[in-house]
């Protein structure tokens, strides 16, 4: 969504299939990815915060990015313990 906000088309070449994969990565590789991610959402929110025209497709394409997005950080903290942050009781 971030490259479709600066104009590019992602979808073009996107693999699709890359999302099931899970290669194993090392405790320094993960918080990469982590660190990549939080860098990506932050983009993405101040992309959809900056008023611009657009079409009932692509208002309707952001609305269910934030539904998309909120899902698969939801499944990665099932999956990973250290993503959850502190519990209620800390």
Do not use: C, K
């Amino acid at each position: 969504m971030n490259r479709w906000s600066r104009g590019e088309n992602p979808f073009a070449d996107a693999d699709y299939s890359a999302s099931w994969r899970r290669p194993p990565v090392s405790e320094q590789e993960w918080a990469t990815l982590r660190e990549r991610l939080r860098d990506e959402a932050r983009r993405w929110i101040d992309a959809i915060q900056q008023p611009r025209e657009m079409n009932d497709i692509e208002l309707t394409g952001i609305i269910g990015s934030i539904a998309h997005l909120a899902y698969h950080l939801g499944a990665i903290r099932q999956i990973d313990a250290s993503t959850r942050g502190p519990l209620a009781t800390d």
